[in-house]
């Protein structure tokens, strides 16, 4: 398992997956290749099905024409055995003849990855992996999530890097609060955050929070879908539920940013292992792995900043999971908006509930994180391709503009 710097990626949006990583790939891949004449580019599955809605080609465009021509080439009905993301980087020189070939995958969350496990990221740090081997670790040593995750990294600028992913949550809740107008895409999607949080204004204190908790998760996903700049967490089209939830309980209550940032590493660790022991990539497990995920580790930040014992921030990051499984991925006209959007504000609410419910019992249930997580992966494996982000099924295929 990786540091939690991998769960928090700071870039512009619409995909984590499909936007973030593919520049990435393209910025190594013209390192390797800077007297290239050419590249190719070739996408595979969900890739080249939704890329040109996330943005895909001009992610990569943006980097290698700036050297040389660039053809792109979509393949959305091959996907490669090892991941659903694949892409795969030509380059040539003044005769035509390749210099090098590379295929890689965008594994979720930003992340890139190579046939047969070689990652392409920073190394395995954490030597426990699952969350109740974790809970025992807290319970013997009397320690907390967030002192686990400080232990292990041991990196003294940890809190420093985490200090500027909450400022850039912050950032985009404030951006995406103050910009109205159309979202850019062809479904002409009106921007809600400026509304919902006047009107949350009016309110009486119970609506009043559950409107801003709206308005907060809304700002943020309406600035990914713009491109803004925004933390993944997991991924692009979950960034919104996380940053909701922190930025209502430092608004409402006052929270200091210490224990804010200490949330922010106990979530991180909640992501880690989802995204260790099954996945956090839309294309490979649908969307139960990225609003699902996003949501359990929102429940256990605003379980731990409201004095959740471990037990207690464990069952509400279990309740926040499981309340997701079988969720697909399936965004209309392949744009990270329809349903994505509203997802992230009701995953932000269902992760305040689950810390309310959860805070009401001693933290003893039946089902743990880890078997949530394991069964989301299975869920994940078992639904068809038609369901994990090709637009092609679910909602991307039924929807139709209703008229008023």
């Known amino acids: 398992m990786k540091t939690i710097k991998e769960i928090y990626r700071i870039g512009h949006g619409p995909s984590s997956s499909h936007t973030m990583a593919p520049r990435?790939?393209?910025?190594?891949?013209?390192?390797?290749?800077?007297?290239?004449?050419?590249?190719?580019?070739?996408?595979?599955?969900?890739l080249a099905a939704t890329g040109k809605g996330h943005l895909t080609d001009v992610a990569i465009l943006d980097v290698l024409e700036k050297k040389a021509p660039v053809t792109i080439i979509w393949k959305n009905e091959i996907f490669?055995?090892?991941?659903?993301?694949?892409?795969?980087?030509?380059?040539?020189?003044?005769?035509?003849?390749?210099?090098?070939?590379?295929t890689v995958y965008s594994v979720g969350g930003g992340a890139l990855e190579e046939e047969g496990g070689k990652k392409n990221s920073s190394p395995d740090i954490y030597p426990i992996t699952k969350m109740t081997d974790i809970l025992n670790w807290c319970e013997d040593t009397g320690k907390g999530f967030w002192e686990y995750v400080s232990d292990v990294e041991n990196d003294p600028y940890l809190m420093d890097y985490l200090e500027e992913v909450w400022q850039t949550m912050q950032n985009a809740v404030e951006r995406g609060l103050q910009t109205e107008g159309r979202l850019p895409g062809p479904l002409n999607l009106p921007r809600k955050a400026a509304n919902y949080y006047i009107k949350a204004v009016g309110y009486q204190?119970?609506?009043?929070?559950?409107?801003?908790?709206?308005?907060?998760?809304?700002?943020?996903?309406?600035?990914?879908a713009s491109?803004?700049?925004?933390?993944?967490?997991?991924?692009?089209?979950?960034?919104?539920?996380?940053?909701?939830?922190?930025?209502?309980?430092?608004?409402?209550y006052e929270i200091a940013k210490p224990r804010i940032l200490k949330a922010i590493a106990t979530a991180g660790l909640?992501?880690?292992?989802?995204?260790?022991?099954?996945?956090?990539?839309?294309?490979?497990?649908?969307?139960?792995?990225?609003?699902?995920?996003?949501c359990a580790m929102a429940a256990a930040a605003v379980c731990q900043l409201f004095g959740g014992s471990c037990a207690q921030i464990e069952y509400s990051a279990e309740m926040a999971l499981e309340h997701h499984l079988g969720m697909t991925c399936d965004p209309v006209c392949g744009l990270v908006q329809i349903p994505c959007i509203e997802r992230n504000a009701f995953a932000a609410a269902r992760a305040m509930d689950a810390n309310i419910f959860a805070t009401y019992t001693d933290g003893t249930h039946r089902v743990s994180y880890d078997k949530v997580v394991e069964t989301m992966k299975m869920t994940g494996h078992d639904m068809p391709h038609l369901y994990r982000e090709t637009s092609i099924g679910g909602l991307a295929h039924n929807y139709e503009q209703m008229d008023y």
């Open 270 to 294: 909640v992501g880690n292992i989802a995204k260790t022991n099954a996945s956090i990539s839309g294309a490979e497990v649908g969307c139960q792995g990225e609003i699902g995920v996003a």
């Open 205 to 224: 204190r119970s609506l009043r929070s559950r409107g801003m908790v709206f308005s907060y998760a809304l700002a943020v996903s309406e600035e990914n």
């Open 24 to 46: 990435r790939a393209s910025e190594q891949f013209l390192a390797r290749n800077p007297e290239a004449a050419r590249f190719e580019v070739t996408l595979y599955g969900s």
């Open 227 to 252: 491109g803004g700049l925004i933390v993944t967490a997991p991924t692009c089209g979950s960034s919104g539920v996380l940053p909701a939830v922190l930025y209502h309980s430092y608004k409402a």
């Open 80 to 102: 490669l055995p090892y991941h659903p993301n694949g892409m795969t980087f030509k380059s040539f020189n003044n005769e035509n003849v390749m210099m090098e070939e590379w």
